[in-house]
């Protein structure tokens, strides 16, 4: 019994026993049906012998053939009003069945990612800290020259911002999913924002040349904390699913009075019936066991929320021969010198 509970908690069970429960209801409800028509044909045969014994067909001929066709098409009346309503409450039964079956589908597909989501988020937070204590260890401990002393400081402080960032979306996610989070808006300068996000970035990570292309004085009114969230989160994406060695390029301009904020890399690309799907909570394409870039699937989920609270719009595109090109499209800006 604790194993078939452990089970549908686990879901395994659920579509087994959900299909069990809705067949046997169907099958009761067409069982209904064949008593209610048995029941309706004994009626039949109790009015009928009633008649017979009440009214003598010889005698009285036209009373006893009206009593007769009353007789009959009370039970027309009867078999439509069964076949009626045993119809309609199929018909709710099903839709019912299919809704609940939809909704069933989707919890155990959420609970699957959550789970994947704990695996992953379990992974991210205690790697960093382990490397980083084993960093700060080794330097407490041995007498190292400044340069090792320094590529480990590097090191903790790259962990430590893996670290933030995850933290970061972990409490936004929760914080939208309660809608608690208020933008803090107010005009701000985005060239310069991307710029010093994009520079800084590019100064700590050696692995890829990240270059940018942006457009000065493009000013928008924003929550400033939300847009280096966003930032972070697409450039260390590139920086996670595309090769070492490769370029990423971050780009702001304005293109038919609308403002473009790409990040471009030249990685493996995203395939097009994944391009919706990235953008769903904890969603990362693949399986976890055979994935080796690590991640909690929130970041890109946040991204769009921020965007959409800004009014903009975030789609995926291909790069050309390969790669990704994450644009925003956001309406509301001005051009002006600081
Ligand atoms: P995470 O990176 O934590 O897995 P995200 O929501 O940021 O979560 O990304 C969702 C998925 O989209 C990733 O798991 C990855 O498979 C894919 N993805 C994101 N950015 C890129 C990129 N630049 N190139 C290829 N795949 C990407």
């Not at 005009?187 to 590019?202: H, Y």
């Amino acid at each position: 019994m604790k194993r078939i509970f452990h089970k549908l908690e686990s879901g395994k069970m659920v579509t087994p026993v959900y299909l069990f429960l809705l067949i046997y209801t169907i099958m009761a409800l067409v069982w209904w049906g064949v008593l209610l028509f048995r029941q309706s044909a004994e009626i039949t045969g109790y009015e009928r012998e009633n008649l017979a014994m009440r009214v003598d067909s010889l005698k009285r001929p036209m009373e006893y053939r009206l009593a007769e066709q009353r007789i009959t098409k009370n039970e027309d009346l009867r078999t439509f009003k069964f076949i009626g309503e045993g119809a309609i409450f199929m018909i709710i039964l099903l839709v019912g069945a299919w809704l609940v079956y939809r909704a069933i589908r989707k919890q155990l597909k959420l609970q699957q990612q959550q789970q994947n989501f704990m695996m992953a988020v379990t992974h991210e937070l205690k790697s960093p800290i382990a490397a980083a204590k084993l960093n700060l260890e080794t330097i407490r401990k041995r007498k190292l020259d400044e340069e090792k002393q320094h590529k480990l400081i590097d090191n903790t402080i790259r962990e430590t911002n893996r670290l933030d960032q995850l933290c970061n979306n972990i409490l936004l996610a929760s914080q939208f999913e309660n809608q608690r989070y208020q933008l803090y808006q107010e005009q701000v300068d985005l060239s310069s924002l991307v710029q010093a996000g994009t520079d800084e970035i590019a100064g700590r990570v050696t692995s890829h040349r990240i270059h940018s292309d942006i457009q000065p004085d493009i000013w928008v009114d924003a929550d400033k904390f939300m847009l280096q969230i966003v930032l972070s989160n697409l450039v260390e994406n590139a920086i996670k699913y595309v090769p070492k060695g490769t370029d990423i390029e971050v780009k702001l301009f304005e293109k038919d009075r609308l403002l473009k904020w790409q990040v471009i890399d030249a990685g493996p690309g995203i395939p097009a019936d994944e391009k919706d799907r990235i953008f769903q909570k904890f969603y990362r394409i693949g399986n976890e066991n055979t994935r080796s870039a690590k991640g909690s699937g929130l970041g890109l989920y946040l991204t769009r929320k921020i965007i959409e609270q800004h009014n903009g719009t975030i789609v995926v595109k291909d790069n050309a021969p390969a790669g990704t090109i994450f644009e925003i499209t956001l309406g509301e800006y001005s051009v002006q010198s600081a």
